[in-house]
């Protein structure tokens, strides 16, 4: 077996992650006759009656205070008598996490009797992932922030709690992490090391962010476990941008910032970009964080996270890196894709790639050319399976649970395609222009080195830089 462990920074990663494993409690009644093993996502333990056998997802969750709103560490497994939790890990004491009490919604108050469903959601009750998410979690999965608040209405952001100051920005959350180590040099210890070390062969970590301040502490958590945990493991990762109202020096220099840290310590970088506008019928609401994550996982995330999961003819994590980063320097998925078909044999597609290679990062006289592929992974999902060497099947059928949006009803098959191009080429000699022209830092000779070295990794055939304006 080859365990996954998936950590999610912040409300963004919160929502694709709900719905994620909200969607595998589907195939949990299908029992050992499953083609997915609920065991590589999933950690099998005892409640502290010492009688119950309980799933919990293989999940580390942080949040700033009030992200988890009415969502408890503690439930009927897991009960707050016995905090040291003996029974159930063999390593430390759960951390209360202490904070103003939040209502639940009709759909959690429902979800206890079980009792829930669909109409009982909606766009206004799943303003945090915890609306509507439907597992109980170990009560180590939780990891708060105490110094930053978070409000989906006053202040969905994040704000520091002495003052105005937000949660953007790369520098605020590495500042963020060098805090929390000065508080508790063994936080990674304590927090994640006891997840690693109970897996019998931990196949890699699945890690989701944005690129809010969350950028600066998982750059930072990952470095750390690089050097601490596993210098060679297997690290995915994915980062959810969000578009800026404007472009300003700050934002793309924040940009910069998030794709060096972060494409340095993973084994696959996949930056990604939440549409505007989809084909998807009116129902879809572009504005709803649960609505993209449900569209995100129907049409992307989840089939990549099944196909890891396969008893048969899956494909794990390193092998999934491989395959995609064919040299072992070039590691940026540049498109990222999926098509939907309904009942009635229709086609909704729906563009994933990052805003980064959409757009042009600077001023340009130059239209990019059609870019070259380096390599890709297709899944094609209860749909036929193109002749591509990289193309795998998925047969379980699409999620049904009553914590997805209507509009996900109507689909019944899916294909996915990840992709290595040359277009993060010309994005990275932006970048180092970028530095060029506006870093007065120390570091500024050293960051247009790297972004050089890393630009020239997506090279193809004959490149004339004069393609790309003056040479930065």
Same mark, same amino acid.
């Given at each position: 077996?080859?365990?996954?462990?998936?950590?999610?920074?912040?409300?963004?990663?919160?929502?694709?992650?709900?719905?994620?494993?909200?969607?595998?409690?589907?195939?949990?009644?299908?029992?050992?006759?499953?083609?997915?093993?609920?065991?590589?996502?999933?950690?099998?333990?005892?409640?502290?009656?010492?009688?119950?056998?309980?799933?919990?997802?293989?999940?580390?969750?942080?949040?700033?205070?009030?992200?988890?709103?009415?969502?408890?560490?503690?439930?009927?497994?897991?009960?707050?008598?016995?905090?040291?939790?003996?029974?159930?890990?063999?390593?430390?004491?759960? =951390?209360?996490?202490?904070?103003?009490?939040?209502?639940?919604?009709?759909?959690?108050?429902?979800?206890?009797?079980?009792?829930?469903?669909?109409?009982?959601?909606?766009?206004?009750?799943?303003?945090?992932?915890?609306?509507?998410?439907?597992?109980?979690?170990?009560?180590?999965?939780?990891?708060?922030?105490?110094?930053?608040?978070?409000?989906?209405?006053?202040?969905?952001?994040?704000?520091?709690?002495?003052?105005?100051?937000?949660?953007?920005?790369?520098?605020?959350?590495?500042?963020?992490?060098?805090?929390?180590?000065?508080?508790?040099?063994?936080?990674?210890?304590?927090?994640?090391?006891?997840?690693?070390?109970?897996?019998?062969?931990?196949?890699?970590?699945?890690?989701?962010?944005?690129?809010?301040?969350?950028?600066?502490?998982?750059? =930072?958590?990952?470095?750390?476990?690089?050097?601490?945990?596993?210098?060679?493991?297997?690290?995915?990762?994915?980062?959810?941008?969000?578009?800026?109202?404007?472009?300003?020096?700050?934002?793309?220099?924040?940009?910069?910032?998030?794709?060096?840290?972060?494409?340095?310590?993973?084994?696959?970088?996949?930056?990604?970009?939440?549409?505007?506008?989809?084909?998807?019928?009116?129902?879809?609401?572009?504005?709803?964080?649960?609505?993209?994550?449900?569209?995100?996982?129907?049409?992307?995330?989840?089939?990549?996270?099944?196909?890891?999961?396969? &008893?048969?003819?899956?494909?794990?994590?390193?092998?999934?890196?491989? +395959?995609?980063?064919?040299?072992?320097?070039?590691?940026?998925?540049?498109?990222?894709?999926?098509?939907?078909?309904?009942?009635?044999?229709?086609?909704?597609?729906?563009?994933?790639?990052?805003?980064?290679?959409?757009?042009?990062?600077?001023?340009? &006289?130059?239209?990019?050319?059609?870019?070259?592929?380096?390599?890709?992974?297709?899944?094609?999902?209860?749909?036929?399976?193109?002749?591509?060497?990289?193309?795998?099947?998925?047969?379980?059928?699409?999620?049904?649970?009553?914590?997805?949006?209507?509009?996900?009803?109507?689909?019944?098959?899916?294909?996915?395609? +990840?992709?290595?191009?040359?277009?993060?080429?010309?994005?990275?000699?932006?970048?180092?222009?970028?530095?060029?022209?506006?870093? &007065?830092?120390?570091?500024?000779?050293?960051? =247009?080195?790297?972004?050089?070295?890393?630009?020239?990794?997506?090279?193809?055939?004959?490149?004339?830089?004069?393609?790309?304006?003056?040479?930065?």
């Amino acid at each position: 077996m080859r365990e996954i462990i998936t950590l999610s920074f912040g409300q963004t990663a919160g929502h694709i992650n709900a719905d994620y494993f909200n969607s595998q409690e589907h195939y949990f009644p299908l029992g050992p006759k499953s083609t997915s093993d609920p065991a590589v996502r999933f950690r099998r333990g005892v409640a502290t009656d010492k009688r119950t056998e309980t799933y919990n997802p293989r999940l580390l969750t942080w949040e700033l205070k009030g992200g988890y709103g009415a969502f408890q560490a503690f439930n009927q497994f897991y009960t707050e008598g016995d905090k040291s939790q003996n029974e159930v890990w063999n390593e430390g004491q759960v =951390k209360e996490i202490k904070e103003q009490p939040v209502d639940k919604n009709e759909y959690q108050k429902a979800l206890d009797l079980g009792q829930e469903k669909a109409s009982q959601l909606n766009t206004d009750t799943t303003k945090r992932w915890t609306d509507y998410n439907r597992l109980l979690h170990h009560p180590k999965t939780r990891h708060q922030l105490d110094n930053w608040l978070f409000d989906p209405e006053t202040a969905p952001q994040g704000i520091h709690r002495g003052g105005q100051q937000k949660w953007t920005g790369f520098d605020v959350g590495v500042n963020e992490w060098e805090n929390v180590l000065n508080d508790d040099k063994e936080y990674l210890d304590s927090t994640l090391r006891s997840w690693v070390e109970e897996c019998d062969s931990l196949g890699g970590l699945n890690v989701v962010v944005d690129d809010s301040a969350w950028a600066g502490v998982a750059a =930072k958590i990952l470095a750390n476990y690089r050097d601490d945990f596993d210098a060679k493991g297997t690290v995915v990762t994915w980062s959810v941008e969000a578009k800026p109202e404007k472009k300003t020096r700050e934002t793309q220099k924040n940009a910069i910032q998030t794709t060096m840290a972060l494409s340095q310590v993973s084994s696959i970088y996949i930056p990604v970009s939440f549409p505007t506008k989809t084909p998807i019928d009116a129902d879809f609401d572009p504005a709803s964080p649960w609505h993209q994550a449900a569209l995100f996982g129907l049409s992307v995330y989840e089939p990549v996270q099944l196909l890891a999961t396969q &008893r048969n003819g899956g494909l794990s994590l390193d092998a999934m890196a491989a +395959l995609l980063d064919t040299t072992g320097e070039r590691n940026i998925v540049s498109e990222v894709g999926g098509s939907l078909t309904d009942a009635d044999g229709d086609k909704s597609t729906v563009q994933y790639d990052s805003k980064l290679f959409q757009e042009l990062f600077l001023p340009s &006289r130059i239209p990019p050319r059609t870019p070259h592929v380096f390599s890709d992974l297709s899944i094609a999902r209860l749909e036929d399976q193109s002749d591509d060497t990289n193309s795998y099947q998925l047969t379980q059928p699409m999620p049904a649970v009553s914590s997805q949006p209507e509009f996900t009803k109507q689909f019944v098959s899916s294909k996915t395609r +990840l992709a290595v191009t040359t277009k993060p080429r010309r994005t990275l000699l932006d970048m180092a222009k970028f530095v060029s022209m506006y870093e &007065r830092g120390d570091e500024r000779e050293e960051m =247009k080195q790297e972004l050089g070295d890393m630009a020239s990794k997506y090279e193809h055939g004959w490149e004339d830089d004069s393609d790309e304006d003056d040479d930065y």
